[in-house]
């Protein structure tokens, strides 16, 4: 696909990007995402430079990437288990067929 040039509102500045055009709809969302979670910040704390709500945006953001990576690996960890004991089970059903 090509590239793009759009213009993304992040905190209330106008920043230039380019984009593939593939990405450009999981970029809008994620500045949507970004800005609604500024302005949460924002109603709950007395900060007068958005730059620090930025910051306590990315540190949400890069938690939750973390969080979900821990629980990405948990998952596969399990997942692996069990299909272990499947290919067990299956080893063990042919066994008994010859």
Same mark, same amino acid.
């Given at each position: ?31 949507? &995402? ?11 704390? *007395?900060?007068? #430079? %958005?730059?620090? !709500? +930025? @910051?306590?945006?990315? &540190? ?11 629980? *990405?690996?948990? #998952? %596969?960890?399990? !997942? +692996? @288990? ?17």
């Amino acid at each position: 696909m090509g590239e793009k040039s759009v213009k993304i509102n992040i905190a209330g500045r106008i920043y230039p990007i380019k984009v593939d055009t593939t990405e450009e709809a999981f970029v809008n969302e994620a500045a949507e &995402l970004i800005n609604k979670r500024v302005t949460s910040l924002e109603k709950g704390f *007395v900060v007068k #430079d %958005k730059q620090d !709500l +930025l @910051a306590l945006t990315a &540190l949400q953001f890069a938690t939750q990437y973390l969080e979900s990576q821990t629980k *990405v690996y948990e #998952d %596969k960890d399990g !997942l +692996l @288990a069990r299909l272990t004991e499947v290919d067990d089970l299956l080893d063990a059903q042919l066994a008994k067929s010859r």
